[in-house]
Each structure stands twice: as C-alpha cells, then as structure tokens.
C-alpha cells in the first residue's frame, strides 16, 4: 500500500507541481508524468453517518428503557454500543456547533440558542474562523459530505436567502449538499425548506401525505445511492438532523393510535416503570436510585381530571413521533446495507441534542407559541380538551406538559436548558461499526460529551487535526476520541473534566463527582425573578457510586464542593462561558442583546416575489403602529390575494384582497382572529392600497384600530383587539405577493395566495402619524432611503 504523502495539517493539502525531465515533445519516449489522482483520505478511513434526534430524553427511547418504540435503535445496539455516560449541551443549537466543531459550545461562540445570541464572545452566535467545523476538514481531505434536516446555527442576521452564507451547511459549513432548514424547529406538514441557500417549497401536501421526516430520509437515501454509484471508493459525511422530535410533535394519526391508552396512568408511574426497564436492560446500574420530583413539577395526581386525557393524548402523539422517526432513519440504514456498506461506515446515532423539552407548559400546548409570548393563560383546560382529537395533525402546533418532559428524562431530575444536572444534559447514544468494533451489544460507560464526536471521526478515518484552514491557524480541538472505549469497556475514562452551563444552570464534572447549581426553571418565561448567581444553592453528587444524580452530599462534603465550584469558574473563564446571561427576553431584542440586525430604520421596501424572509429579516411591527402601502395594477373583474403576509396559521398578520375588497387580518395564535375588510371593493387599474394599525399602547400585546385606504381616501375600519408580544413563528416567515407555508387567514394554500394582479412594490413603515396616506414614489424612495 503507497504510503500517504499528503501534507494534511494544512487544509486545503497544497498542490505539489510535478517534478522531473520537462520536454519539448509530448511525442518524446522520454515524457512522463504521474497519472491525476482524486484527493482521498487515507486508505480504510469509514464512510460516516451521525444521526442526531432533536429534544429526546435519556428515558424516552426503548432502546433506553423508555416507552417509544426505536427498533432502529434497537438494532444499531444489538451490533454495536450503548453509551449511558454521553452528555450534550442542554440546548439544541449549542450541542450542534460542539458536535460540529470538537469544541465546547461557548468556545465557538454558542452559549444559547441564535435567537438570543449577545455581543459576548461565548454568546454572539458567530463561529470563530480559527475553529473549522468537522465537514470542512473532511470535505478537504476527500471526503463526500452532505446535511439533511436542522441546521440552527445560522446567526439571525445572517438567515435571510440574501445571506451571507458563512455559517450555512453550504456555504462555510463544509457541506457540498444541503437540504432542510434553518432555524430551531419546523413545521412537519409544511416545512420552511432549502436546498442549498435557495429556499424550495415541498413537493406534496400533507393531505397528499407528506411529511418532513420522509422527505428528509428521501433526500439522504438518493444522495449515498448516488454518491456511491458515481464515487465509490470515496468516502461520505452525511450528517442526518431531523426536526424531530421537537415540537410541534407531528405524525399521521396512525402512529399516535398505536400508543392509545399506553399513557393513562401518568408521568409518575411512566417513571417507575421505565426505571425498571431500564435495570433490566443493564443501561443503568443495579444499584442506582431514582431521583425524586421536584415541587415545581406538578404530581399526575394533582392535575384536574378533566384535563388527563389531554395530557395522555400528548404522550401519545409524542410517542408515535418518536417511532416514526425512528423507523424514518431505519430506511437510510436499509440503504446503507443494501449498497453493501455498512459495515464500513461510522454510525454515531445520538438520540437528543439535550434532555426532554419542558418548554410546554405545565399543561402542556395545542400551539406552543402561546408560551413563547407569555400568552399560555388563553389556552384553558376547556380549549385544549375541545382540541383533543386535532394534537398531532396539520391543524395544530402541540407541545406535551412539563410532566412529561420531565418522565422521558428518567431516571434523571430536570429537563432540557437545565445544564446542571444529568436530566437536562445526559443523551442515550449508540456507535455502530462492524469493521472496527467486535464486540456486539455492548455498553460504554465512560464519560464522553458531544465535543468527542469530531476527534473520534478523525481518528477513525486516519486524519490529523488541522493545523491550518484556508489560510487560517486553528485552535486546538477540545474534545477527546472516544475510539480507546471501542474495544474495551474497562478502560479508563479519558475525557474526565467538563464543564455545563446554559442560562446560568452550571455544573462540573472532574473524575466521577459533579457540583451543579440549577438557577433558572425552563418553563418559568414570564414572572420569575431567578435569584442572584450568588445565592444559588450548589448540589454535590458522587457519580462513582450514584449514577443518576440522587443524593446530595454537599453538607456532608463540604471541601469537595468547593473545590469543585472553583473549578468551575476556571473552566467557564477558560471557555468564553463569563459573563453569565440570564436573561430572557430582553435577549430578544437585538439592540438591547447587542447583536447586529438586518434592518435599519423604521422603513423597510419589499418587491414582489420576495419571501423566506425570517422574522430577524423584517422590521419588527410587535407592540406598535405600523402601516403598508402597496402600489398595485388591478386587472379587470374582482381582485384577490396576499400583498404581504408574516407568520401562518399559528400566529401572524397579513393584508390581502378577498373577493376584491382591501382585507387586514391579524391572527393571535391560531385562537383569535381578527378581520377588517374596506367597504367598497378595489377599483381596476393602477391604486395605492393601504392598511394602518393605530397600536392602542399601554403594555405588550395590546389592541389596535385598523383603517384601510384607497389612494389615501378611507375605505373602512375595525379593532384588533390583541396582538402578539414577542414572537409569530420559529418557521414561518414573510412573503410578498404570495404566502408560503401555513396560511394567515386560512383562506389559501401558497398557490392559490398569489395576488392577481401586478405589485410594483410593498412598504412595510413603523408609525402612521409621520408622513401622508398617499405617498409619491419620489417620497417613498426618499423616506425608504432616509429610515435606513
């Protein structure tokens, strides 16, 4: 075998010109010259798949001990490895950059989610350049790569189809193809896509039986069929991210109906009897405890009778969820295996970026956004009852109660965003490898993190770490190769100190004890004052002899804690963890957060055909006036469609024409709409149409007067008695002339939305008291201009 020449710590491998006799004849016996080769990495480096799950806990997958069906799973651990000691970041978009990256997730700029991202170096969102993701070193070094599914580490000022695209799988990510989403989660009836950074729509309805999940498997199985028959000595990267299962947890009707009933006796005896499956399995000890319920969390006796079946109904759609994706990554290992190659190929299937989601409410949601706006009071007991039969289906946006994030994280205390302890952080993780692990079945219970993914696909396929990246000097990778764990169990753990942090839950890990401070409950958004992060009580565990976190030992070791907490500080000083950021929705507001955003002014102009334009992408019209002014050509006969519309089905407001009159509809979360339409209708020709909302002031989320124009002349009027405080969607997005995704005001599908007529251009102005009802286009270029 010729040995590798390559100079592989510099990426891209410099190109080495040819050496030797030069002649004057290509015809002369004497010219030679090496014959082209592809750059491959080194021979026997595996193909590599690293499929990971979105908000599952250490408890929910059978495969776990836990109640969702995962023969998928099942099967990969049969001929591979269980991992009961992986950990991840108690976050979504935090746990994707480490992975990517090898590095703990404030070291390359991502203590949160984009969404709240700050000017601080461990919270501003940006990937440094000294610290390149793993696709790009693999792509560099011959490798194959694709992403199909998530991708939330897009800063928001960067998420709009104009770009840039240096943080996009596609663009600096290292990927050669993308297809998914960008962002934290997404609708599975009717996704946001893109494929590359052009947004596409999908190519069928849930009515005619699409689903996100598919779609993405689809995707995956055509591009390693394709990539193997057209390169098959090349090596592949795919990396599968399936917006599952985050909420909205949806799945056809028939998924859900195999769980009827599984969960009527509650999240307290779910627990008790996953703990035991869990034993039974061996995935954790014999002689580990079951932590108990904490007060914040609600007893399944406590809730109200009438709201149980609800509750179970939630379970229910989650766990088909679950299933559904699970069986969905089955068809790509299918795949694999009928093309002969997956014995050769890596598997990493990470089931969860973090712990269960307690972001649902106690109750849990029909529309989960009604919590992100503080507004979870409308959905009442009686509402989410009369929405029973519709969880899971196109018309609803459902999310399960805190009860349950809670059970899914057995046997472990907390949830998800609760970086302190092992609920929130601690993810069930199989390897699968027949080339290189002969042990089949096994169990791996060394401390390992999701930073140890990228040294450990380095190592396996022969690699160095990077020295240089397109020019630029990396910093060292912080994870450690898991690879010394695949032939031995009894090796001693290598990766033995690891700080956690996320909102201000913390904690430390160091050679099997672990200090941690929870600071702030992840469903507690709107009222709660967390205390100051020196008054937080810190807990002391000793994970030699408790593994999942039960009994505190700090009273009676004092000096171990200590010695602990200042580590900590050591770590979070050394990682850009400092300054803590508790805060919550003042993060939202960028220029209160200190991020950049992509609109200046209280102006903004938009021209038809424009869409998949992101909320961080518009100018922001919550809790005050605005106005739109649209320059339109009416054909002949009755007008009709959308103008603008931002948001969906769910949350959102539009101004359109329906059935030939001027129509304002603002939607509060799919639970209250309300329409104002012009009394007369839109004459043909060439108009300016306008919609005013005159914000009634006095808090967030209050109401408004609604006046419409034609050519500055009114033309009717109406309330808005409610508006949305703080966010319409996390996929929907604006669009102009047409709307994508989930519909407004429920009257169109994207075909039939398109406006019927010519739009010459849309302007979208903050305030109605600072300029006329008709605005010159030399005035309206001038004010554009000036608000910029």
């Known amino acids: 075998m010729r040995p590798d ?9 410099p190109d080495r010109p040819a050496s030797g006799l030069t002649t004057y004849d290509a015809k002369d016996p004497a010219t030679s010259y090496p014959p082209i080769e592809p750059l491959l990495p080194p021979p026997g480096a595996p193909n590599v798949l690293i499929v990971l799950l979105d908000d599952v806990g250490f408890g929910a997958a059978s495969a776990f001990g836990g109640p969702c069906w995962t023969p998928t799973a099942e099967r990969l651990a049969a001929g591979g490895l269980r991992f009961n000691r992986f950990h991840t970041t108690a976050l979504c978009a935090p746990t994707r950059q480490a992975l990517l990256t090898g590095r703990n997730h404030h070291s ?4 949160s989610i984009t969404e709240t991202a700050t000017s601080a170096p461990g919270n501003s969102s940006v990937r440094p350049n000294t610290k390149a993701p793993l696709a790009e070193t693999l792509r560099l070094n011959g490798y194959s790569t694709a992403q199909f599914g998530k991708c939330h580490e897009v800063p928001v000022w960067q998420s709009s189809p104009m770009g840039p695209f240096d943080a996009w799988p596609t663009g600096g990510g290292g990927f050669e193809t993308f297809y998914g989403f960008i962002g934290g989660e997404n609708n599975q009836w009717a996704p946001a896509l893109y494929s590359g950074t052009t947004p596409v729509e999908p190519p069928a309805t849930a009515e005619e039986g699409y689903h ?22 090349k090596p592949f990267f795919v990396y599968l991210a ?5 909420a909205p947890h949806h799945v056809p009707r028939e998924w859900i109906e195999k769980y009827r009933g599984k969960f009527d006796d509650g999240w307290d005896v779910q627990r008790e009897r996953t703990f035991a499956r869990q034993k039974e399995l061996g995935v954790v000890p014999s002689e580990a405890d079951l932590t108990e319920r904490h007060d914040e969390i609600p007893a399944w006796d406590e809730m109200p009778d009438e709201l149980k079946p609800v509750l179970a109904r939630q379970m229910e759609a989650y766990a088909g969820f679950l299933e559904h994706t699970d069986v ?18 890596i598997v990493y299937y990470i089931i969860g970026d973090n712990g269960a989601s307690a972001e649902g409410t106690l109750n849990g949601a029909f529309n989960e956004m009604a919590n992100f706006n503080g507004m979870a009071a409308l959905e009442t007991p009686e509402f989410l009852r009369s929405k029973l039969d ?39 993780t199989i390897v699968h490898w027949p080339d290189r692990i002969a042990e089949h079945g096994g169990l791996r219970s060394q401390f390992t993190h999701v930073i140890d993914v990228a040294p450990t696909i380095l190592e396996a396929a022969g690699l160095p770490e990077p020295a240089t990246v397109n020019g630029v000097l990396q910093a060292p990778i912080e994870g450690t ?13 290598r990766h033995d100190l690891q700080y956690f942090e996320m909102f201000a839950n913390r904690g430390i890990y160091d050679r099997g004890w672990s200090a941690v401070t929870k600071h702030r409950t992840p469903w507690a958004l709107t009222g709660a004052e967390p205390p100051a992060f020196d008054d937080d009580v810190w807990e002391l565990y000793d994970g030699r002899t408790d593994f ?18 200042r580590l900590w500080l050591i770590e979070a000083t050394k990682y850009n963890v400092l300054p803590m950021d508790d805060r919550t929705a003042e993060r939202l507001v960028p220029e209160l957060a200190g991020r950049p955003t992509l609109i200046h002014g209280g102006s903004q102009l938009f021209f038809p055909g424009m869409g998949r334009l992101s909320e961080n992408s518009i100018v922001s019209v919550k809790n005050r006036s605005f106005s739109v002014t649209a320059e339109v050509d009416v054909p002949p006969g009755t007008a009709s469609g959308v103008l603008i519309a931002q948001g969906g089905r769910f949350g959102g407001w539009c101004v359109h024409v329906v059935d030939g009159r001027l129509t304002f509809t603002y939607n509060v979360l799919g639970i209250r709409r309300f329409d104002v339409a012009a009394e007369e209708p839109v004459p043909g020709g060439k108009h300016q149409l306008r919609a005013e909302l005159a914000y009634d002031g006095g808090g967030l989320g209050k109401g408004g007067t609604v006046t419409l124009f034609h050519d500055g002349s009114p033309v009717g009027s109406g309330r808005v008695e409610a508006t949305q405080p703080l966010v319409f969607s996390a996929d929907e997005t604006t669009d102009i002339g047409y709307e994508s995704g989930t519909s407004v005001s429920g009257a169109y599908t994207p075909a039939s939305s398109r406006f019927a007529g010519r739009i010459s251009w849309v302007q979208l102005d903050v305030g109605t008291d600072d300029h006329d009802h008709y605005i010159s286009p030399e005035e309206r270029l001038r004010v554009a201009m000036a608000r910029q």
């Open 328 to 345: 969905q990554v089955g068809r790509l290992i299918d795949t694999l295996e009928d093309l002969d190659v997956l014995d050769e190929t």
């Open 242 to 246: 399936p917006g599952a299962t985050h």
């Open 481 to 493: 190769s898991m690879l010394y764990t695949f032939d031995d169990a009894s090796m001693p753990e």
């Open 5 to 13: 020449t390559h100079a592989r710590t510099m990426l891209p491998i």
């Open 108 to 111: 390359v700029g991502m203590g």
């Open 390 to 428: 519709e969880l899971g289906s196109p018309s609803s946006y459902n999310h399960y109660a805190v009860g349950w994030a809670w059970a899914m994280d057995t046997p472990y205390q907390w949830t998800k965003q609760v970086a302190s302890h092992w609920g929130g952080t601690r993810n069930g």
């Open 212 to 233: 996100l999940t598919e779609d993405l498997v689809d995707h995956a199985c055509s591009w390693v069929r394709q990539q193997k028959a057209l390169m098959p000595d």
């Open 548 to 565: 999942s976190q039960a009994h505190d030992l700090a009273a009676e070791r004092p000096e171990v804690l200590a010695r602990l907490q």
